[in-house]
């Protein structure tokens, strides 16, 4: 349905499909399997590499690492490296990246009212 190219959505698919061009940016900008769950990690306080590959207990480095790349690449996360020795990083929302929080906010309640029920 939506014509995205490594530069971004199509002018003539923006054109034609108006109406739901913005569910698709905003599809396009979560897409990956982690990214929400990384949005969600990082809603109450900035974290570094470490405390997010520790969060995320499954994902490879590389993974991370792309996932990380792409949500700063469409401004949803800042990273902030200190000069320090080893060097330390850290993530945090942008205030776009905070835009998106009601929606993720919106998908745990979902998952709890409809999930499987962990006991």
Known sequence: ???????????EYVKEQREVYGIAYTQNALSGRWKYLILWFLKPTERRYSEIKAFLW????GSLTKQLRELEADGLISRKVYP???????YSLTSKGEELIPIIDLMEEFGKKFGEHVD
């Open 84 to 90: 320090e020795v080893p060097p330390r990083v850290e």
């Open 1 to 11: 349905m939506s014509k995205i190219c490594k530069d971004g959505f199509d002018r």
């Open 58 to 61: 499954n994902i490879s480095q």
